[in-house]
């Protein structure tokens, strides 16, 4: 139950997409309460950034893993995702949707706190993780070729160039003992489950098309594509994009304009914008069978595109795991690490920073939020002054 109540907190109040979920997973249970360390913690990252899949959910899963097995994962993958999951399916029943102005201002306020969070984490994983010139600079070379290049396949390729350099160009610290002494998190899996999961993932990819096909119903097909589009998308919310829009509008089992409504409203509230699958859920079903079916198929719409990440990433972290455990794997783990935190540093200015400084408003609030970022202030209350302000700024503006 404590982990579900911490990710249902988190859940409602963070914005500003996966880069800013992982700023406030770190304060949360880094920072704040130790469940992991910053080299556990960014080994995950590294590890949910090279899987296909919504990369903040999964480090949030393996979060919920670690401190409870497979039900704090559950507790942490409901916490995390149910609120924008239901206000997307309330919005596709027709319950919210509307914008208004004070809105519009307690986003743009929330993506400003967003800005100081991320900040906050790119700070303290670089004291921690990114420790001599070596990896400073492969740090700084993964920030300039991210912002450089862009797209998703730059992330990759940095990651892959970073974990090229550490197992070049850095020198073996520690041991395996003290590496296994951090492997708490995967405690709770064996390599046999993770083959067995990992079979679940490649069945799902191949026999839900043949289901589809042997009995053509609407929402098979949906269901079908939802997975397909979770399993095999690279980059998070935005680029999953593309692929919905081809699985659900082009075979016309959601209208176009609807999809574009329920992708704007995803980015308007917090949490993964993979639940957008749940607004796709609800605009599929039938209206004339009212809103339970539509909460039903919303609901089944977001198991199906989550489904993949949870089967990818408890059937890869023990392999994970024995990986970290070689000495030269280490300083590849080293090298990958720096890589990280160079795109979390890209990332703070492009979207981060860019989506949330508008205008002189912005430029006059986020000084405030840092303020009281760097004096260590909890992140709620930092959480409340930019909701508040936004919201007070766009009102006389």
């Known amino acids: 139950m404590t982990v579900f109540l911490i990710f249902l907190r988190l859940g409602l109040s963070s914005f500003g997409g996966p880069v800013a979920h992982l700023g406030y997973f770190r304060d949360a249970f880094v920072l704040r309460r130790r469940w992991l360390t910053d080299s556990q913690y960014a080994d995950l990252v590294a590890l949910c950034q090279l ?41 596709a029943i027709g319950l919210a949707q509307y914008q208004s102005v004070w809105l519009m201002g307690l986003v743009a306020g929330l993506k400003l706190v967003a800005v100081v969070v991320v900040a906050q984490a790119v700070v303290g994983m670089r004291r921690a993780l990114v420790t001599g010139p070596r990896l400073i600079l492969i740090m ?45 998190v995967v405690r709770w899996l064996s390599p046999r489950h993770a083959r067995c999961w990992l079979l679940a993932f490649v069945g799902g990819l191949f026999l839900l098309p043949l289901l589809s096909q042997l009995y053509p119903q609407g929402w098979l097909h949906l269901m079908d594509g939802l997975f397909r589009s ?10 999953v994009l593309p692929l919905l829009q081809n699985e659900v509008v082009a075979s016309g089992l959601v209208e176009e304009s609807r999809f574009l409504a329920g992708y704007g409203l995803a980015q308007a509230v917090p949490g993964p914008l993979f639940t957008l699958a749940s607004f796709l859920g609800a605009a599929f079903a039938d209206p004339t069978l009212g809103w339970p079916a539509a909460l039903g198929f919303g609901l089944l719409a977001t ?60 430029l006059a609030l986020l000084p405030i939020l840092a303020l009281m970022g760097w004096r260590r202030l909890p992140v709620g209350l930092i959480v409340a002054a930019g909701g508040a302000g936004g919201t007070l700024l766009t009102l006389l503006c």
């Open 303 to 362: 198991l199906a595109i989550f489904l993949p990440a949870f089967l990818l990433l408890v059937g890869v972290l023990p392999f994970w795991h024995r990986l970290g455990q070689h000495p030269h794997m280490r300083t590849t783990l080293s090298g990958i690490n720096a890589a990280v935190v160079g795109l979390l540093l890209a990332a703070l200015w492009d979207p981060v920073i860019l989506s949330a400084v508008q205008g002189p408003a912005d």
């Open 230 to 239: 979770g399993a095999l998308v690279f980059g998070g919310g935005h680029v």
């Open 51 to 91: 899987l296909p899949g919504p990369a903040s959910s999964q480090v949030g899963m393996a979060i919920g893993l670690a401190r409870a097995g497979y039900p704090g994962l559950l507790a942490a993958w409901l916490g995390f995702t149910l609120p924008s999951a239901l206000l997307l399916i309330l919005a």
């Open 140 to 184: 700084l070379c993964s920030t300039a070729t991210t912002l450089i290049i862009g797209g998703v396949w730059s992330q990759l390729l940095v990651i892959l160039l970073g974990a090229l350099a550490g197992r070049l160009w850095i020198l073996p610290t520690g041991t395996a003992a003290q590496y296994e002494a951090e492997g708490a």
